[in-house]
């Protein structure tokens, strides 16, 4: 199902929502400040406060879908800001003058010769209505270029919420509408929509909204056709698809999430509206698992059962496997916006790539409780762990990766590698993101030498680079257990060239471990250096005996080592002898905290 399509079931279900959160067509949530309170005369007799004038409060007013203000002068429909409903501005200009006059013109226009009692209460108060701030009753300086409505006094609700109002403004979207052609979404004819409302809340893209749909070049143009007449969708699909996207895109949206450079909207399509909120929750926790051992043991649980097809009742989630899911990732571009990546699956098939996802990051021993979230992964890619130092692309292809079960792009692998060569930090996360890009394509293939390869230490595992990880591993940690914390240890110092070219490296570094060996026996920690020295030969006992230290190590191989040297570097942080003394890499852990 196309993005567009989507989002405007979501808005058809959801429209009758006891929330109002979406507005009826036509409408649209506008920050409303003040309420101007007029009697049946049309005379202003009080001025009423909705909500702080530096917020407002969001209210559903009339606003045409296929109409974007942005230096022209456009009238809105019985609600407006002060300087085209009062003529009153902070910065009085002949500019004011000319938006209260089409702010009359425009309402004259719609209310016409209707007799609603509060319609007719507008249409006297504009024809009597002098632009001066001494005719407020008060607020006179607070409601000064903030967004007010009517009321009728001694009545409930705004003026533009009367029937009489709704109709009115009905007639004047058909009367505006545009020429009439088959829409690309729906497949009937209808008047189409030649711009689309803006989208906002995306991070990163200009405060009043951008176009997910936008042809405003010639360049652009197609047999003649004008603006988004290139690409036919319908003014009431164009403001369904937008009112949907933006309401849970909006601030505090528990259907948002933030992915690197790209602003996150799923939603669920189910029976129920408590099957998709269940199907909902279920994907954040999924995004985002919880710290809490009991509730991500659920969490695993549960896609152990997506994964062999067993029934959910048990655990009385509320769950559907065949539940319709989709995922919508939107990442600023100009004054347009661009798809960073779009899924349309089920919640099963999600349970099943995540679970997989999991499996292959899944390294030991490990610290966590949980599963990592997409966004610790991702800072694992970053400078200075700074997400604002994400690459979009990347963080894009990931998700993409994730989503379909493909391989991870390459780019991700070297963006770890790169980042460890960076800061010579190896932590869990970067250790798991280097094992899952190597476990993925040998398990698309079925070539996987064993279905833990690569999870825990393995002393079996002849891989030269794997070796030399490990082997570098216990090199530093006797160099930490000789002479303790230093302020450039060899791993500062090498371990971006050892593992790219080890035979400029380790000769250098094993003719100085024996003084490093020495120096904790002097210590008392005899035991430590034994357990040191036996790993040092186990390890290069089992590297090729022609060409020990290869000239250079592939991109796949220093990847390898990588894992080789946080597999060992774990492994040697078990205490073993009583007397031995366990130093814990704390530098290492830097960016997981």
Request: contains cysteine; charged residues 25%.
């Amino acid at each position: 199902m196309s993005i567009l399509s989507a989002s405007a079931g979501y808005y058809d279900r959801h429209i009758n929502d006891t929330d109002g959160g979406l507005p009826p067509y036509g409408y649209s949530f506008e920050n409303i400040a003040f309420a101007l309170v007029l009697d049946a005369d049309g005379r202003l007799v009080d001025v009423e406060q909705v909500a702080e004038p530096n917020s407002g409060a969001r209210i559903a007013v009339p606003k045409d879908p296929t109409v974007t203000r942005t230096v022209k002068v456009i009238p809105m429909f019985l609600w407006d800001k002060s300087s085209y409903v009062l003529g009153l501005t902070a910065t009085p200009r002949e500019r004011t003058q000319q938006e209260h006059a089409a702010f009359k013109q425009t309402n004259y226009e719609i209310i016409g010769a209707l007799v609603d009692p509060g319609l007719v209460a507008v249409r006297r108060f504009l024809k009597t209505w002098q632009p001066t701030k001494e005719a407020l009753p008060r607020y006179s300086d607070d409601l000064i270029d903030k967004n007010v409505v009517f009321r009728l006094a001694g009545e409930p609700g705004y003026i533009h919420m009367r029937d009489a109002a709704a109709a009115s403004w009905q007639r004047r979207l058909l009367e505006t509408s545009g020429a009439q052609s088959a829409c690309l979404v729906s497949g009937r004819t209808a008047p189409i929509a030649l711009t689309h409302p803006q989208i906002g809340g995306v991070r990163g893209a200009q405060s009043s909204g951008a176009a997910l749909v936008s042809f405003n070049l010639d360049a652009f143009r197609s047999y003649g056709k004008e603006q988004n007449a290139n690409a036919p969708v319908s003014e009431e699909i164009a403001f369904k698809y937008t009112a949907a996207l933006n309401y849970l895109m909006r601030r505090g949206s528990r259907n948002r999430l933030q992915i690197g450079d790209a602003t996150v909207a799923f939603w669920a399509e189910a029976e129920t509206a408590d099957i998709a909120s269940a199907a909902e929750g279920f994907f954040a926790g999924l995004a985002q698992p919880p710290d809490d051992s009991d509730e991500t043991k659920t969490l695993l649980n549960t896609l152990k059962r997506f994964e062999e097809g067993r029934p959910l009742e048990s655990l009385d989630l509320g769950l559907d496997p065949s539940t319709r899911f989709y995922i919508l990732g939107l990442s600023p571009n100009a004054a347009r916006l661009s798809v960073r990546f779009w899924h349309d699956t089920t919640l099963g098939e999600l349970g099943a790539v995540f679970r997989q996802h999991w499996r292959d990051l899944h390294i030991e021993p490990s610290r966590r409780v949980a599963p990592p979230a997409i966004w610790q992964l991702l800072r694992e890619l970053a400078a200075q762990g700074k997400p604002e130092n994400i690459s979009g692309n990347l963080a894009g292809e990931i998700m993409r990766a994730l989503l379909s079960g493909r391989e991870y792009p390459a780019t991700l692998f070297s963006a770890v590698i790169a980042r460890i060569r960076s800061d010579q930090a190896v932590s869990q996360l970067r250790a798991s993101l280097i094992k899952a890009c190597l476990v993925r394509p040998l398990r698309k293939k079925r070539t996987l030498p064993k279905e833990d390869y690569l999870v825990s230490l393995d002393r079996e595992n002849m891989e030269k680079g794997y070796r030399l990880g490990r082997l570098f591993a216990v090199l530093e940690a006797a160099q930490r257990a000789g002479v303790g914390n230093v302020n450039a240890s060899i791993r500062d110092k090498f371990i971006a060239s050892a593992s790219a070219a080890p035979n400029r490296v380790f000769p250098l570094l094993l003719r100085g471990v024996q003084d490093h060996l020495s120096a904790t026996r002097k210590k008392g920690m005899a035991g430590r250096s034994v357990r040191l020295e036996k790993e040092i030969s186990e390890i290069t006992n089992g590297l090729d005996a022609r060409d020990p230290f290869p000239r250079t190590l592939l991109l796949s191989e220093q990847g390898h080592f990588f894992v080789g040297f946080y597999h060992q570097r774990e492994e040697l942080f078990i205490p073993r002898q009583k007397n031995e003394v366990i130093e814990h890499a704390e530098d290492d852990d830097k960016t997981e905290n």
